[in-house]
Structure formats: C-alpha cells, structure tokens
C-alpha cells in the first residue's frame, strides 16, 4: 500500500446483493421476504428465478440478504487488519454456485485456528499456495519433502549463483513463470505484431500501429551479489509474436521461467 506494507489478497464473501435482477439470479434467498401489505414474496432457501427476481426488485429493499457466496473480488489486507476477519481456507469445498457446501467451515483469525458459520466468515483465501513463500512454492512434491529438507531447500536458492546457459527444470511446479515475470527480468512483446530487428541489445517489434520502441535488452550489468545480469534474445528477425510472448531469456531464466540450475544427467543399466 501507499504506508509500504505488504498486503495480502482474499476473496471477499458476499452475504447481501444489491436488489437487481442481475445480481439476484441464481442466488439463494436466507430469510422470508414479504412486501409492504405482509405477503410472502420469496421462502428463505429458495433459489432466485427470473419470475422471482422481478417481484424482489420492485420491492423499496435496497439490499437482499442471500447465502454467502465467495466472490471474485480480491480485496488487499495488511497483517493488523487480516487479524480482524475470520478467514477460510482455499481449499474448503464448494458449490457450483460458489456457496459454501458445510455449515461450519475451517478458519483462521489471527493465530488461531477453529470452525465458523458460513455466515460469519467474510473472506477466504485465493490459493491454498498463498501459505507458502515463493521459494517454498518452487519446491516439487514439497507435501512429502521433511520440513527441516523444505526448509533448507527455501533457503538454499537464494544462494544459487547464475549460470552462464541456464536450463528450466524438466519437473517443476508451475511458479517458475511467475517468479521470472515479477522479477523484471524478462521483456514480454507489448502487442501482436513482426520482430523487424534483433541485436544484442534490443529488440524491434511492428505491430498494427506501427514499430513500436525498441525493447532494450541489460547487458552484462554488476549486481549486488557480484554477479551479473545479461539478458539475450530467443526470438528472430521475422517472427510472428503475441502479446506478453517473452521476447529474451536473462540471468537464471529460460524460456521465461526461474532456472537455477541444471537438470540431472543420470543412466540406470541393467
């Protein structure tokens, strides 16, 4: 955020819906509705038809109360304020319509860990991944690794030194992308369009509005660590490229993908 904190998203749980036809459809009513004369318009548990839908929106309610539903509204929040919501894990089951398929669902608040109402619970994770650390992601089968070698593994990346022809991981895990493409490594082609002119250190690509300015490419620039970040092309003059296609491979990345070392040579005779 704006103060420097790291926020985490949630998916937000919505428990009332604005009193359109649009947004009712579909939904499952929680209480009795009745009109302003006292008679019954709609049964709490009933599921929103287009008939019903229209009797509720003539109603003067603003708001409808319906079974809460997990939305795809990602709302950010800083550690202090996550501490405040009882939160359900990614994992917990769900129905087609997005509701919640158990009357007590697994969450957490703060440091603790218990069973809510669904009614209570106002966000749930986005990935069950979202506990683990990015390098702890990297780690394949990390479910049946020991937690002192997953551990040591999250921690031993960091010391990986950059090869000179890096190679992605013939098993992975599917974070490899996602790591290369927030490290700012990686140069991806801003429109579909015709590589016109490929050097060492850029790259040129004409699209429908015309060339676009030329992508320029790191060369051999010290890091912190001592090390170097050099960035290469892996297209050629001519190609056909789409948009967000990785246009060059650079310091431990291949084919746009987190490559820390190299894959295992091994023979097994018989």
Known sequence: NKYGFVETPYCRVIHEVPNAVSE???R?????????????????????????????????????????????????????EEDQYAIAQAKVPLNERN?????????????????????????????????????????????HDDANRALMGSNMQRQAVPLLRPRAPLVATGMEREVAKYSGQVIFAPE???????????????GERGKNPPCKLTKFVRTNQGTCINQYPIVNKGDRVRKGQVLVNSTAIDDGGLALGQNVTCAFMS
Do not use: H, W
Request: glycine share 4%; net charge negative; with cysteine.
């Open 24 to 26: 009712l459809l579909g």
């Open 99 to 143: 509701e919640f398929a158990e009357e007590k669902i697994e969450v957490k608040m703060g440091s603790k860990y218990f069973k809510e109402a669904a009614d209570k619970i106002v966000f749930m994770d986005v990935s069950p991944k979202q506990i683990f650390s990015v390098s702890a992601s990297l780690i394949p089968f990390l479910e």
């Open 192 to 206: 579909d369009g015709v590589v016109t002119s490929v050097t060492s250190a850029q790259i040129v690509i004409e």
């Open 28 to 80: 499952t009513i929680r209480e009795d509705i009745v009109d302003n004369e006292g008679c019954l318009i709609a049964k709490s548990g009933i599921l929103v038809t287009e008939d019903v839908a229209q009797k509720l929106a003539s109603l003067s309610t603003q708001t409808i109360k319906v079974v809460p539903f997990v939305s795809s509204q990602v709302t950010y929040l800083t550690a202090d």
